[in-house]
């Protein structure tokens, strides 16, 4: 789990989908700015670790089913209080011991 989401990529998928709801594949294509093959392979590390779930809508348009990934709640639960408040922490610790602004 804890290689599933080390990596940048699946950390910010998880990140999206924690902080910004459901999103198809498309749709975290163009956020991340990764092509196709890319998306997938980060997406099923992130899946078999239950991160993220995928879902798809049981009514069909033009294009076939509606696949969409979401954050699980052991997704959503390690992202915040876990990356996100490492990342607080060691903001917390930088300004403590920032000589920069000593004079």
Request: one cysteine or more; hydrophobic letters at 30%; charged letters at 30%.
């Amino acid at each position: 789990m804890h290689t599933a989401v080390g990596h940048r990529t699946r950390c910010e998928i998880c990140y999206r989908l924690v902080h910004g709801g459901d999103m198809s594949p498309k749709q975290l294509e163009e956020a991340l700015d990764v092509d196709d093959s890319t998306l997938h392979y980060h997406l099923n590390e992130l899946l078999d670790v239950g991160l993220v779930e995928k879902r798809q809508r049981t009514e069909r348009d033009q294009d076939g089913l509606y696949t969409y990934y979401r954050a699980t709640v052991f997704g959503s639960v390690t992202l915040t209080d876990g990356v996100d408040e490492l990342i607080r922490g060691e903001r917390e610790f930088d300004s403590m011991y920032d000589s920069s602004s000593e004079s």
